[in-house]
């Protein structure tokens, strides 16, 4: 890009409770048919009351449950649009989560059932049953209403193989394994990694090879994964995992990453093939007071490990913690950005970034935090332009 | 003698999985998850019963994670952010050591429904070892690693002995922190010297059959140091164990051998694990057989309920079928 700081969000927006309720079959409230048209008007949408039509009525068909998820995915391109960033997508609109999404689109695979995360919060987890098969594109058509419906860079998020076998039972590799390998350890990592090679080759390149072919330029690789394990072993399997996903295709890809061991990632980055960017989360850990000195920066001292380990892509710079309802002031993001570049040198490497998808955050917050992302990236400009 | 148990944290059935979440949503009430968590915890206790385990647990449905209990309980603790729990898409609340830990009250006989447990097999309780505990606490307070792992074991000797006069017989420590090792580092001399110490000083005067479970890494790694640790049993997850490695030394000590994996939801061939347990037991007591017992690798609170209901079934079936031949070849 020509411009300095092209601004990102990394893929999720809540979706409105008009789309969750109506999509489902639930009656709507007054007050939230009144949501939409109040955001339909805001971001200037057009025919609103098209949507309104379909929001008020008792039963909705299968053809307007589709038109529902067309309805919310112009809305928040716009959303992002409005707020000013560079490169958009749909907010994620038309999936119901980034495991599950996929998970139901591919044979192969059986939910099983909800599985602790953490207190009382449980996650549905699926078992891969047989070879894992693609029967359909399950991006292409969100992608190309997102491209349609924009004229900016469009990026598409792809969550990715490694953080799909992570977050799966492996029933039928570790079966067909058993008779072959004695050892249950050695059984069990032959097993991890006939999945995940087979799901690359199976579904994620045929379908990264339809999105290509439809139009797609730029696909984000998310693993939140990656350093779940974080011995040699596994971070090698990780990093041959997106070379050989991204492999061959003429396209660019980035990673994103979040929650994670940046300790250990990156150690490994710069063995990521045709990665162009790294989008990475910083301030949920960083302090609120402005200042480029390291110690008003504490949330971003391990961008440092990037570029001592020879990381030399470009970075999406997180600069808006996406788990508070803090609002950044643009000078604060401006600071993030500044800082960032007195450990990078290159400012044409950042690119600004929320922490990760703003899916837990109100439309309201939301729209708040990415102004002033968009403002402090211009206010990081000027800064730069008056010390050149 | 072949014995078998479960060996931590089960998971939530489906029914208190609903509560819970409804709960999180303010849609129910404590009156109404109290309940759910009692049904479910007699739920999950009837099954190992049925299942025919040799000691039989509460289930831990209550516990957030193995620290939180006393996270909670303790004095000088704060409860901090989240963080992973070890190499598991799960996570914990990591406790903060704020200042010199103390223990107030019962916590572990508190948190257990053991008005619950049958009265005609034995209870079995399981808590945090000394050395994962400190592992996994961050520490603002004391000037070491090994200074909290002591002030933790002088509360655990408390628990313990709490746990023994309500009628627990069998105390499991969990230690996955000590074979968990994705670096390959080394544990020092010193360290192990440490972890000795501690656990003598947790396990001191005990009146129960106490076992050192280890889970998530590899058991040989550990070996031949943990077959001085002062306990009756050791915790192997033969799922992250060499076992060609653990074949290689004479154990004199009991051993708890985890053949079943809680983090995979395929439910394991019978007959080979009869194999495989047969082998293991005549590599590592070439003369004289200790207890040994069969057991899931670690918790099995990574499934869903009803697979892991199956898993126990396994579990008592193997240590069935081997008890059978020994009696009748041993």
């Known amino acids: ?388 | 003698m072949i014995g078998c148990y479960v060996t931590g944290i089960l998971p939530r059935p489906k029914e208190l999985i609903e509560t819970t979440r409804a709960y999180e949503r303010k849609k129910a009430g404590e009156k109404l998850l109290e309940k759910a968590l009692r049904e479910a915890t007699a739920k999950v206790i009837k099954a190992q019963v049925s299942a025919g385990l040799s000691y039989v647990m509460d289930g831990m449905l209550k516990w957030q994670d193995l620290l939180r209990p006393f996270n909670e309980n303790l004095e000088g603790l704060k409860v901090g952010s989240l963080a992973r729990w070890f190499d598991n898409n799960t996570f914990y609340r990591k406790p903060v050591v704020l200042e010199a830990i103390r223990r107030t009250k019962n916590i572990a006989t508190e948190i257990t429904y053991t008005e619950l447990l049958p009265k005609n097999i034995p209870w079995k309780a399981v808590l945090p070892a000394p050395y994962t505990f400190a592992k996994l606490s961050e520490n603002k307070f004391y000037k070491s690693e090994g200074e909290l792992m002591f002030a933790y074991a002088e509360i655990l000797r408390e628990e313990i002995e709490s746990l023994a006069e309500k009628g627990f017989k069998y105390i499991q420590l969990s230690d996955p922190a000590l074979v968990w090792n994705p670096f390959k580092k080394p544990i020092s001399k010193d360290m192990f010297a440490y972890i000795q110490g501690a656990l003598k000083t947790a396990l001191k005067g005990v009146k129960a059959r106490t076992c050192l479970q280890t889970f998530f890494g590899d058991f040989s790694q550990i070996l031949p140091e943990a077959l001085e640790f002062p306990v009756n049993d050791l915790g192997i997850d033969l799922y992250e164990t060499s076992l060609e490695k653990l074949k290689g030394y004479d154990f004199d000590k009991g051993v708890a051998l985890g053949i079943v994996d809680a983090r995979s939801s395929l439910v394991e061939d019978e007959s080979e694990l009869v194999h495989v347990t047969r082998e293991i037991i005549e590599a590592i007591f070439p003369s004289k057989i200790s207890d040994v017992f069969i057991c899931p690798n670690c918790d099995l609170e990574f499934l869903p309920w009803e697979r892991a209901e199956e898993k126990l079934r396994v579990i008592s079936s193997v240590a069935k079928r081997l008890e059978k031949e020994w009696s009748i070849y041993g």
């Open chain 1, 1 to 388: 890009m020509d411009k300095l700081f092209p601004t990102q969000e990394i893929g999720s927006l809540a979706k409105p409770a008009w789309r969750v309720k109506a999509y489902r079959g639930e009656p709507l409230s007054e007050k939230e048919i009144a949501e939409a048209v109040k955001w339909g008007r805001r971001l200037g949408i057009e025919n609103i009351e098209e949507l309104v039509k379909i929001l008020t009525k008792r039963e909705r068909t299968a053809e307007e449950k589709k038109m529902l998820l067309r309805w919310s995915a112009r809305y928040a391109i716009r959303f992002f649009e409005a707020a000013g960033l560079d490169i958009v997508f749909d907010g994620e609109q038309w999936r119901s989560e980034m495991y599950e999404h996929v998970i139901r689109n591919v044979d192969g695979f059986k939910f099983l059932g909800y599985v602790k995360s953490f207190d009382y919060r449980y996650f549905n987890k699926a078992a891969c049953v047989s070879k894992p098969k693609y029967i359909k594109p399950f991006y292409v058509e969100e992608f190309i209403f997102t491209k349609e419906n924009t004229k900016r860079i469009v990026k598409v998020p792809f969550t990715g193989p490694y953080t799909l076998v992570d977050w799966t039972f492996n029933e039928y590799y570790e079966k067909k394994a058993g008779s072959q390998i004695r050892d249950f350890k050695q059984r069990k990592t032959s097993a991890r990694r006939e999945f995940l090679f087979d799901l690359i080759k199976e579904v994620v390149r045929p379908e990264i090879g339809k999105l290509i072919e439809a139009g797609a330029k730029w696909i984000q690789i998310d693993e939140p994964a990656a350093t779940t394990s974080p011995s040699a072993e596994e971070m090698q399997l990780f990093v041959e995992a997106f070379n050989e996903t991204v492999k061959g295709f003429n396209c660019t890809f980035s990673l994103h990453n979040c929650y994670s061991n940046y300790e250990v990632l990156a150690k490994y980055a710069s063995q990521l093939q045709n990665c162009s960017q790294l989008a990475l989360e910083f301030a949920n850990r960083d302090n609120r007071q402005t200042g480029l000195a390291d110690e008003a920066r504490t949330g971003y001292k391990e961008l440092k490990f990037f570029e001592d380990h020879g990381f030399r892509g470009n970075y999406g710079l997180g600069v808006i913690d996406v788990h508070t309802d803090f609002i950044e002031p643009p000078e604060l993001v401006r600071d993030r950005i500044l800082h960032a570049i007195k450990v990078i040198g290159d400012p044409s490497r950042i690119y600004v970034s929320t922490d990760c998808g703003l899916r837990t955050r109100t439309w309201e917050v939301s729209f708040a935090k990415l102004k002033n992302m968009v403002l402090g990236a211009e206010l990081a400009r000027k800064a730069l332009d008056k010390n050149r």
